[in-house]
């Protein structure tokens, strides 16, 4: 099912990363998913969602893909739409650190590849270094034909291996969940959009 939400509610939010704000005490709250949508897609008339349910089926062709099966029975892939064009796409998410999740977003071009990566929760002591814009550069240009694996095409972290390899493996699902089940023509979208996120 689609949802939307007004792209002037997202565009009337402060773009980029929110101010950081302590939940607990090792996590940092960077981003939410209204500031993290709006910084992703600025320009966008609408912001919409689909959460997808994934079947048997289809988690065993994702397990393929992945080398791992999902845990989740259901992912929400956000689509950005201007005049019935689709601008993006974007996935949050978690992936498991060293000990805890790290929340991240994904942005992806209409045509699934890589645009951008941001690290809205992160909630390990050690390793928040992944937040380095020299770091998340490198998965820029990257599609779901890559490897995005540590020491083959993603350099990790100096004392951040784990969540650089947590990362890796978090935007490379993104990717393959966009390229299997988000990229849909815009007229589908716009006839199936409903709601707000």
Do not use: W
Not at 3 to 8: E, K, V
Not at 61 to 66: A, E, F, M, Y
Request: without cysteine; charged residues 25%; hydrophobic residues 40%.
């Amino acid at each position: 099912m689609f949802r939307t939400a007004p792209a002037l509610v997202l565009l009337g939010l402060v773009a980029g990363q929110a101010a950081p704000a302590r939940a607990e005490a090792s996590e940092v709250v960077y981003a939410t998913p209204k500031t993290v949508l709006a910084s992703f897609f600025p320009k966008s008339e609408r912001v919409t969602y689909r959460t997808l349910a994934i079947d048997a089926r289809e988690k065993a062709r994702l397990g393929h893909r992945l080398g791992y099966t999902p845990a989740r029975d259901s992912y929400t892939i956000f689509v950005a739409l201007t005049q019935g064009k689709v601008d993006g796409y974007a996935v949050i998410d978690d992936q498991l650190g060293l000990h805890q999740p790290i929340t991240f977003a994904t942005r992806l071009s209409s045509r699934g590849v890589v645009d951008r990566v941001e690290i809205m929760v992160y909630r390990e002591p050690r390793g928040d270094e992944v937040r380095d814009p020299r770091f998340r550069k490198q998965f820029e240009g990257k599609t779901a034909a890559d490897p995005l694996r540590i020491d083959r095409d993603i350099d990790a972290v100096s004392g951040a291996t784990i969540s650089s390899a947590s990362l890796a493996t978090g935007v490379r699902r993104a990717a393959i969940l966009v390229e299997e089940l988000g990229l849909v023509a815009p007229s589908t979208i716009a006839a199936a959009t409903t709601g707000r996120p």
